[in-house]
Structure formats: structure tokens, C-alpha cells
């Protein structure tokens, strides 16, 4: 099984309907992150969060919440769902601790129709 | 605030040519500084990463990278271009061990034979 694991993999939805995302991991890791990405832009951080009390928005947080259920589970939802969301979404965790490594998922393709 | 600036969107060189993709970084302490790869369709591969030990780093499939203070850079080369290298490369940034990472834009790279 992957270390982090995404589901869907791909989902193509309706505007205006709420859609989650969710992300595994058996790393062991404390912190989580969520990212999107769109051609052009890169990788740009939606939330993250440094353990199971502590969620944290990042560069494009509008149009998104998440929910840390455990330490090993982060969601990500968009709560009325428009066709600018359409992306790759990436889940991401790392240690707190000095090993400075990063592990991510293989991203949730997102379609808003 | 910590940033990533990628120089070319789009790179092209023919196989067996010089490979340099070209990051600069801002920040205001030390940085860790990521490369990754992405190939079509799939997600990221990490390629090498420089952790304030080493300032040439060498990474997976030939890469390698050199962390420059006084120019606030950390570039990418490949001595030889391969026809599989072609892909997206995305270089990153992170102050601390285990917090966010920020990405850059991305540079795409074309490999001709």
C-alpha cells in the first residue's frame, strides 16, 4: 500500500455540489498539507496542518475547508464546487522532526463541470 | 515570507546537451531547497534536496544541484539530456524542518533528438 493515498483518484462533479477529498497516510507523520495544482502555477498550498488540533490556512484557502479526523487522516471539501476548483490536488505530510522529508500523494484530479 | 522563482516556463535542449534549469529562492532564515520531477500523468518524484549540509547535492538520474548564499540560487543541472528527462520540474523551498513547502512555478522541459 502507498504511504499516502488519495481518493478519488479522479472525479468529475457538478457547480455547486460539495465534494471531499481524502487523504490516508501510513507514514506516522505528524503534519499534513494540501495542495493544488494548475498549469502554470505550480503547486500553491490550500490548508495545512501541524497535528490533529492545529489546522492552519494557506496561500488559497477561499472555496475550501478540511477536517484533521486523526492523526493519519486529512479531508479536504469544497463546499459549493465551481468550475475555477478544476485541478490536480496533492496531499502531502512530513515529520516534525529533522528528517526533512516530504511525502506526497498521487493526486486527485478534479473536474467541475 | 519565503518565496521560489523559477526562471523559463519552458526549456528546450536537444539529447545529449547541457541540462540547466534555473531557481532562485527568498527567505529570510536558511532554507531547505527541494527539486522534483513530474512526468506526464503521474505525481511528483522527489529528486534531490539540500538540507544545510553539502551545498552540491546530487540527486536521481543524473541531477544534480548547487546551493549558492550569495546568489540565493539552487539550479539544476544535468551534464547530458536523455529523451526521458522530459517532464515538468518544479523546484521548493521550506524554512523549517517539516513545515510548508513552497513551490515554484515549474519549468517544463523539452528534450529533441
Known amino acids: 500500500d502507498a504511504d499516502v493515498t488519495q481518493t478519488p483518484r479522479n472525479r468529475i462533479t457538478k457547480t455547486g455540489k460539495r465534494i471531499m477529498l481524502e487523504c490516508s497516510q501510513t507514514?506516522?507523520?505528524?503534519?499534513m498539507y494540501w495542495y493544488r495544482q494548475d498549469p502554470g502555477l505550480g503547486l500553491q498550498l490550500i490548508y495545512y496542518?501541524?497535528?490533529?488540533?492545529?489546522?492552519n490556512k494557506g496561500e488559497i484557502s477561499d472555496g475550501y475547508s478540511v477536517s484533521r479526523q486523526a492523526q493519519a487522516k486529512f479531508s479536504l471539501s469544497l463546499e459549493s464546487a465551481i468550475p475555477n476548483q478544476t485541478a490536480l490536488y496533492f496531499c502531502?505530510?512530513?515529520?516534525?522532526?529533522?528528517?526533512?522529508?516530504?511525502?506526497f500523494g498521487s493526486g486527485t484530479r478534479l473536474t467541475v463541470v | 515570507a519565503q518565496s521560489v522563482t523559477q526562471l523559463g516556463s519552458h526549456v528546450s535542449v536537444s539529447e545529449g546537451a547541457l541540462v540547466l534549469l534555473r531557481c532562485n529562492y527568498s527567505?529570510?532564515?536558511?532554507?531547505?531547497l527541494f527539486w522534483y520531477v513530474q512526468y506526464p500523468n503521474q505525481g511528483l518524484q522527489l529528486l534531490l534536496k539540500?538540507?544545510?549540509?553539502?551545498?552540491l547535492v546530487k540527486g536521481i538520474n543524473g541531477f544534480e544541484a548547487e546551493f549558492k548564499k550569495s546568489e540565493t540560487s539552487f539550479h539544476l543541472t544535468k551534464p547530458s539530456a536523455h529523451m526521458r528527462d522530459a517532464a515538468e520540474y518544479f523546484c521548493?523551498?521550506?524554512?523549517?524542518?517539516?513545515?510548508?513547502?513552497?513551490f515554484g512555478k515549474g519549468t517544463t522541459l523539452s528534450v529533441s533528438s
Open positions: 502531502a505530510t512530513s515529520d516534525s522532526g529533522a528528517s526533512i522529508g516530504y511525502t
Open positions: 507514514k506516522g507523520h505528524d503534519r
Open positions: 496542518s501541524f497535528d490533529v488540533k492545529d489546522i
Open positions: 527567505s529570510s532564515v536558511p532554507p531547505y
Open positions: 539540500y538540507t544545510s549540509a553539502a551545498t
Open positions: 521548493a523551498v521550506s524554512e523549517e524542518a517539516g513545515t510548508a513547502l513552497i
